[in-house]
């Protein structure tokens, strides 16, 4: 269920801060940005499934098309009970973070899938957690958002963790194309979560839905351009509940988390869905992981500890 209203009723509702639910006042956006992780957690080792029927490219395609669609009927819904009036719309002023959220949510999935075919989901999953170091140096170094002491040496550890998992054969010293295309797509992902912080304000359902036929669209022109087919019915219809649940959803709790917590913090808070990932993909593959992995493991922990 997708709660609506304006933001301050949504987050009392949901923290039961007017009733003294929690012990102690706390920020409800931290909620959000636990929730939007929780709901992202499954696209790694769900996306690897479904790659074996359905191509990269046509993959994230789907994914973000099953995002604006849903959200899109979620809207209507939200339109005739008369909800959401309070939130503000798109202008003009937004228009360049609009280009280029889009531009950059249709290169991030296409590296991700491409890095999936290559390497293990719960790799894919941890290395997620790259994100975070992305985001926050795009965000001090372009946006001017203060970063912490206690986040710089989180973005170290995250860092060390992830050339740690990018590296195929220490002995040799050679990395792995499938880590390198994921690290790529947090880089992408990095940039364009900047850019969703400056619609923060905006309408969040708005948002997602321009992400998700923006990004669909032009991903699926790419792929058909190079020659993908369309997956088998009961497969496209996999890939757009996967999209509508972990892009969709997501994404719009992490736009309610983006207005309080700023770019940097929200995707520190977000850095529990990676280790869900990992906990899932070990589930469903049963691939034992290398001793690297685990040294990785524990520094991204760590990592993640001092960046939340």
Known sequence: MVLRGPPAAIDKLVTGEDRGIVGKKRNPSVLWAVLAAALYAINAPASKLLLQDVSPTMMAAMLYLGAGIGMSLLGMGRQRLGLGKAEQKLTRKD?????????????????????????????????????????????????????????????????????????????????????????????????????????????????????????????????????ERFPAPQFTLYALLLGFVAYGLSIFFYVYAQRKLGAAKTSAYYAIAPFIGVILSLLVFRQPPSPSFWAAFAIMLLGTYFAA
């Open 95 to 227: 228009l360049p973070f609009t280009i280029g959220m889009i531009v950059l949510d249709i290169a991030a999935p296409i590296c991700l899938m491409i890095g999936l075919t290559s390497t293990t989901p719960a790799n894919a999953s941890l290395l997620n957690n790259f994100e975070i170091a992305a985001t926050s140096m795009i965000a001090l170094f372009l946006f001017k958002e203060p970063v912490s002491k206690r986040l710089w040496l989180a973005i170290g550890l995250i860092t060390l963790s992830s050339v740690i998992l990018s590296f195929e054969d220490a002995s040799s010293l050679h990395f792995s194309a499938g880590s390198l295309f994921v690290l790529l797509a947090c880089i992408c992902w990095g940039f364009e979560n900047n850019c969703t912080r400056m619609m923060s304000q905006s309408d969040p359902l708005e948002v997602v839905v321009l992400k998700g036929f923006g990004s669909g669209l032009g991903s699926l022109a790419i792929a058909l351009t190079i020659g």
